[in-house]
Structure formats: C-alpha cells, structure tokens
C-alpha cells in the first residue's frame, strides 16, 4: 500500500506498517519559531470534541463558490437555463481522479475531524482516498440544480497559487490608499506594514487548522471545527455580509469614475431628475445585471485574474501623470493625524480582507506545503504596492486627496482617462463572482420545491443586484463605506476569528507563547473594530449631513 503519496501531497494521514510500531496521529504542523519541540505527539483535540463535529446542510454550496476564484477552466458562456445537477453528474463521470473532493456532500453524521486512533496496515478511511468518485446523492445534488455551473477545483502550482494570492490581495482597497495615508498622517503607513505582517501570519495560521484534517476544506469548515454547527453559520453570515458589501463598492466606484468622465450626464423622467451619479450608477447596474444571470462564470473567473494587472495598470497611471505628465510631487501633510486615524485604520484593514479566499487557495495546491511562501511572498508585493501608490498619490494631490485617486487625476491628460475606464470596466468582471456565494447560500434555504425553479434563481439575483444598487444610492461615499467594511468585517475575519479557531481547534499543544500572541492579536483586532467602526459610521453621518 501506498503512503502519502496516495492521498495528495502534505495533506494526507502518516499512515505506518506494524513494524514500525507507530499510529496515525493527526497534529497541528507548526511553521513558527516559537513552539516547543517537545510537542510532536500530542493530540489536537480531545476525542469527544471530534466526534460532536457534524457537517451542517448550510452553507454547502461555500466550497463551489469560491472556487470560482482559483479555477484554471477554460471559458464556456451560457445563461441560466441548465441544468447544475447534470453538469455536476457528468464531472463526476469525467475521470477517477475528478478534482471535487469526494467529502464534498458527506453524510450529515460524520465528524470533519477524526480523533488519533491506530490504524491497521490495510486499515484506510475511503473517505480519504482522492480518487474516489463523486458520492452525493441526487437529492443531494438537487439542492444546486439551480446554481451556475462553476468551474471544479483544480490542482493549482505554485505560480498559479501565488497568482491567485496575490489577485484577491490587489483588489479596490489599491484606490484608497492615498487617502488612508492623507486621513492619518505619514506615520500612519506604519499600520499598513503592521496589518500586513498580523493578517498574513493569520492566513498561516487558517493553514495550520486546515491541516488538522482532509475534511477541512474551507473557512466555514474551520469555523465549525472550532466551534461547532453555531461557529459555522455564524462565521458564514460574516463572510457572505462581507462579499455583499464588495458588491456595494462595486458599484460606487463604476459611479464615481463614470460620473467623473460624463459630469453633464443627466435624465428627467415623469418628474424625477437623475444627476450624474445617479444616472450613471443606474446604468453600471443594468451593465452589471446580466453577468449575475450567467450560468457558466468560468469567463468572468479567468479574465477577473487580471485584477493583477489592472492594479498594475493603475498604479503606472498614476506614476505616468505624476512623471511624464508633469504634475509633480509636493511634499506635506502632517506626521500623525490620532482624530482621523481611525477611519485609516479600516481603509488599511480592507487591504488585508481576502481570508475568505485563502483556503480554497490552499486546498487546490499541488504542494500545500509551500502554501506559507505564497503568502508571504504575496502579501510583501501587495503591501509593497500599496504604499508605493499611498505615497504616490499623496505626494502628488495632498490635502485634496479623495478617496479615489483616480478622481484626483486631470481628465486631460490620457493616462488618467486609461485609469478611469479601468476603473470602471473591472468590476463588470468581478461582481458577479462576488455576489454568486450570496446568491448560493441564499437558495440553499428554498424549500425543496422551489431550489429547482430557474426562474426563482434568476430572480434572488437580480434581487440582490437591485437591493446593491439602493445601498449604494443611499450610502454613496466610497472611502467611509470601505472604511466600515475594513473595521467591522475584515477585523473579524481576517484578525478574531482564524486566531479564535487557532485557539479551539489546536489547543491542546499550543505554548504559552502561541496562546498569548493569538489572545494579543485578537485584542488589537478588536480594539481595530471598535474604534473604526465607530468613526465610520461617525464620519458617514457628517457626510449625509
């Protein structure tokens, strides 16, 4: 019998002949400096714990969703008319060694993690085998019938892994950047750097509990090894507020940069007047409406990679209006400005809030074990590029800084026109991958009778788009929003919760050391949340005002 090569690389059970006389035990690998080495051996969790871990109906669709981000698949476009349960059937059919994982619809009484116990030479959990076919029952299935065909898990490598990483890591928060640094002072850059060393040290540590077992998949997954059925949903409702809310974002920032190139844009219709913005946010909603009707969104995957390149793009806007455009840059500012600095602290925090992401990354790895260097490596390019653009932008604009730099950019000039559209044309792409795990989850709660109907899926979209739209019509100012999001959300997901489940799951061999650096980061996290949330929303109120 074959060893781990047999159950995927770093990921499967160290399973021993008799003659060597050892169990199969699994245990929290450690990548720090700080844990003791005389904890090898110790257990993870307690045997009662393991066996009182049940995997929930909701949200299963989490893993599929998300997926969507780390998928290689080639494109194929189609609407909303087929059928997901028969995509599904004839990807389980495909091959042996099929890339959804075989625990993906497991049986509701078995635990996602499975205590030490002494395995026989021949003795191997089938649910650990890769390539097992797909099991899931067609009452199972039935429940995505009605879900876009996503594109199946692929085994990543580690240029694509770090692609990956770093695409969810370059997101909107890059447009921000000069504005955070202008709210909270020079010194204030020093949270940047700070917020990135804590969270990719917690994206390590969301590693380390997925590593406790093959059943752990995903971030809800975690969140119910740790805490139960309760933990899961409740870290889910978290994750799913968060994507909606990119949603809103979304659509703010198409608005701005629209509105900014068609300032005399405007509509009288029966008596009501649209302005600018509104009429452009109107028509980035109805651009956007049609993405989220999509049944395959493999396209919207594969070209939604290039957010790399579009921060790139951006940002040498940027460098190009301020150099060979001549606009120059202007030293000032204050050193550290403690009033604003909490509003700078949830607009650093958004930077950072891709966590959601980061084990899917991790469980499509070839080699999962390298999964901490493409942290590490993506978040020093990500944090690197967004204090290039930070101190850019504010040298360059100063106290008139907004909370897009690329509204600050002359409209003359023809890098900043490449800029605006950039701006505008990338959230076609991601929208509605982002607002697709809502829509998911959402549906998952149907009745049986009503989760098949086409019609029902196509009209939760275009409910969700919609209800986006009177969001952000309402609440239309893009740096306090994002400043919101950053310190209420992103502190939970990517500070509390992966250093909470840290805590839970792999305890019982934690130093000291560990126990007080997870307890003084979740402190900091919730410190973060506090005061940000409370000075965004302040400052939102002075806006409406």
Request: some cysteine; overall charge negative.
């Amino acid at each position: 019998m074959k060893g781990d090569e047999d159950l995927g690389p770093d990921r499967g059970m160290d399973f021993e002949t008799d003659d060597e006389e050892n169990q199969a035990e699994r245990v929290c690998e450690d990548d720090g400096d700080y844990e003791s080495e005389s904890d090898v051996t110790a257990p993870s969790r307690s045997a009662s714990m393991h066996q009182n871990i049940d995997n929930p109906t909701w949200p299963q669709s989490y893993r599929l969703s998300m997926d969507m981000y780390t998928s290689a698949t080639p494109p194929n476009i189609s609407f909303l008319t087929g059928s997901f349960l028969i995509s599904a059937r004839k990807r389980s059919q495909a091959g042996a060694h099929s890339s959804l994982p075989a625990d993906h619809f497991q049986s509701s009484t078995e635990p996602l993690i499975y205590p030490a116990t002494s395995l026989d030479k021949d003795e191997v959990p089938t649910s650990y085998l890769p390539g097992e076919k797909l099991s899931a029952t067609s009452s199972q299935l039935s429940r995505f019938s009605n879900c876009q065909s996503v594109p199946t898990m692929q085994q990543c490598s580690y240029a694509q892994s770090l692609l990956n990483a770093i695409n969810v890591l370059c997101g909107i928060g890059l447009l921000s950047t000069p504005y955070a640094l202008k709210q909270g002072g020079w010194w204030s850059l020093a949270i940047l750097f700070i917020f990135g060393i804590i969270t990719c040290f917690t994206g390590i540590l969301l590693k380390r509990c997925l590593e406790t077992s093959p059943r752990l998949q995903t971030y809800p997954d975690i969140g119910q090894a740790a805490f139960g059925t309760p933990g899961r949903i409740f870290l889910s409702i978290f994750l799913y507020i968060e994507l909606y809310s990119s949603c809103v974002e979304y659509l703010i920032m198409m608005s701005d940069n629209l509105s900014a190139l068609f300032p005399n844009a405007n509509m009288n219709f029966s008596g009501i007047h649209l302005d600018s913005y509104q009429l452009c946010m109107i028509t980035s909603t109805l651009i956007i409406l049609p993405t989220v009707w999509l049944r395959n969104l493999s396209l919207l995957s594969v070209i939604s990679v290039g957010g790399v390149f579009t921060a790139g793009a951006v940002s040498l806007c940027l460098l190009w209006v301020g150099v060979v455009d001549q606009v120059g840059f202007h030293p000032s500012g204050p050193a550290l400005d403690l009033a604003k600095l909490p509003v700078t602290l949830g607009l650093f925090g958004f930077c950072y809030g891709s966590h959601s992401v980061f084990p899917n990354i991790y469980s499509s790895m070839k080699e999962p074990s390298k999964f901490p260097s493409v942290l590490i490596i993506s978040f020093s390019a990500s944090c690197l590029l967004y204090a290039a653009v930070a101190v850019c932008g504010f040298l360059m604009f100063g106290h008139s800084t907004k909370s897009q730099f690329t509204l600050n950019m002359p409209s003359g000039f023809m890098a900043s026109k490449v800029a605006a559209w950039t701006t505008v044309v990338a959230p076609v792409t991601k929208y509605a991958l982002t607002i697709t795990p809502v829509a998911f989850s959402l549906e998952e709660l149907l009745p049986s009778a009503l989760d098949r109907s086409y019609s029902i899926s196509i009209l939760i979209r275009t409910i969700l788009v919609f209800s986006t739209l009177v969001v952000a019509l309402t609440v239309p100012y893009f740096g306090s929003v994002m400043a919101f999001i950053g310190s209420s959300l992103v502190m939970l997901i990517a500070l509390i919760f992966p250093c909470a489940c840290y805590l839970s799951i792999c305890r019982d061999r934690l130093t000291k050391l560990q126990i007080w650096v997870c307890i003084l980061i979740m402190n900091v996290g919730l410190i973060c949340a506090i005061v940000g949330t409370y000075s965004a929303i302040t400052t939102i109120g002075d806006e409406k005002v």
